[in-house]
């Protein structure tokens, strides 16, 4: 077991600020294998983690944080953070149900000033903070850290261009690791190199000039003094810097109306934080960017030599870096749409595939390596690709747009302007739709169906289990009449021994390739028997059907009788499905993994148009999402706190019959 003799003398960043350069290196060493430590009791991210130690450590040390603001772009890459700043005993709870978030969290620390988990946001953050700053005459640094994939998102250079405008000090320091998505280097049709030619600027910044040492950033650092100081020697300095273009501009940043500082080692603490200390002593208020290079993954050898470097990782023995995953009986949602879409994309040359720098958690890593020509990685860009996929679709092309649920709602505008009002037919894949575990409420696709549901020309489908999710491939590739959307939970599917004996399914073997489902057609699993028992309708939308089943057995062995019904497509809604459940039941129970606004609202407003409601003999009930944000736990955890499980929908439908004695005697989870 490693010591951490230094490390353990810290509960805030003010206890390490009097230390000497070689205790700060130290630190830095200790700090690097205890993030280990704790991540290989936990999971989580751990390349990001460790490619920013030093940098870490040096803001800490050079900055009076929490007085002055530090914001992390993404913050998956705040573990060092979080353990210098008084969370290091809570840091086995990480991303656990009542334990600390794997992101920033302003309810957690007062040194987390932003929350994060979404990407591209950090600049803009820290200039709004800066602005209220000056605005109050206040003096403290505000400082965003963003990496080149977060950099790649437009918002950032909304920001940054807001910024050289507004002339509010705001300190940038890019962390440049070139690990633009995830994992860099999936096959697409721009090869293997990181998204976009944002990131190829910076690495030829990086190429074209060594790292700076202290005397020549001092160099550097006079161009911010009065202009009559500086002189004629101004200019001469910019082309001994060497980072004016050919046309005779400065860099990108600079003609955003940055100061430019860089590139600088990220791991070299003899160098990092003095010119961290001349950043904080600048005079003026001028924007400054720091431009510093780091590798994800640093001081791990697993990490360093893996293709993904370790960006996310289960739990691992820290001797060899192998990780403690079990090989699951099933497969995953997100490997079933991989491999239907490859299929489709065999018989069909108009299939292209777009992701914005989510290869791996799409899957478009294996439909990357199978079709590279037809695979396009936007990098952290959605706007970007729901509009590119909408041009895509004016000349013909079969475009599936393949994002999370939750990242879908940056490009929100772009669905409603650009796609759906010029209804074109735009394949929506949203993976990760509903509550996601680990991750929290920064990545749960709680709201697709509520702010999609709501858009004309929108066809909607959420598949109950693997089949399903290969057939629904198909029919969005099939459908060209407008854009269609398929959602699916993070997880893996039932297994063929479930579904033939929870859904009937006859088949013996999974099915090569799906095929196209009726438009608004749903599907009832189980009739009631009609022998005389009360009955009940299970409407369930998406994987939620198989605990609508769960219930069904438990009801039927109280006496109740059940039908269960899968209704395939929220958009356009199965309505002679609707009304016959209405008809034939005195109670109607729609579950759903999703948020107020979604599939039960649609059904309830059908039946309240139709009239259906007005005798008052049909009872329903939406089961949905609870109307607050759910934490990081497991699924199963926050499936039980949504009050989404099938002993739920049993003790719904009981208190609907007037049962709700056996509810609250405990015999049935309320």
Known sequence: MWSTPLLDRIAEPADYRSWSLPQIKRLAHELRWDTIRSVSKTGGHLGASLGVVELTVALHYVFNTPHDRIVWDVAHQAYPHKILTGRRGAMGTMRQSGGLSGFTKRSESEYDPFGAGHSSTSISAALGMAVARDLAGKNNECIAVIGDGAITGGMAYEAMNNAGYL????????????????????????????????????????SSKPFSDVRSAAKDFSRLFPEEVQGIAAKVDEYARGIVSPGGGGTLFEELGFYYIGPIDGHNLDTLIPILENVRDLPGNKPVMLHVKTEKGRGYAPAEGAFDKYHGVAKFDVATGKQAKSVAPTPSYTGVFARALIAEAERDRKVVAITAAMPGGTGLNLFGERFPNRCYDVGIAEQHAVTLAAGMATEGAKPVCCIYSTFLQRGYDQVVHDVALQKLPVRFILDRAGLVGNDGATHAGSFDLAYLGCLPNMTIMAPSDEVELQHMVATAIAFDDGPTVVRYPRGNGLGLEALRSKFGYRGTEMPTRGRALPIGKGRILRHASG????????????????????????????????????????????????????????????????????????????????????AGDLRVRPMVLPDRYIDHGSQNQQYEEAGLNASHIEATALRLLGRSSEVLSGSIGA
């Open 167 to 206: 002339k509010n000090r705001v300190i940038v320091v890019l962390n440049d690791n070139g690990q633009v998505s995830l994992p860099t280097g999936t096959q697409t049709a721009a090869g293997v190199v990181p998204s976009g030619a944002l990131s190829n600027y910076t690495s030829r910044l990086l």
């Open 531 to 614: 022998n005389g028992g009360r009955k009940v309708a299970l409407l369930s939308i998406g994987t939620r059907l198989l605990e609508c089943v769960n219930a069904a057995d438990a009801l039927q062995a109280a006496g109740v009788d059940v039908t269960v019904a899968d209704a395939r497509f929220m958009k356009p809604l199965d309505t002679e499905l609707v009304r016959s459940l209405a008809a034939d039941h005195e109670v109607l129970v729609t579950v759903e993994e999703g948020s107020i606004g979604g599939f039960g609202d649609h059904v309830l407003h059908f039946l309240a148009l139709e009239g259906l409601l007005d």
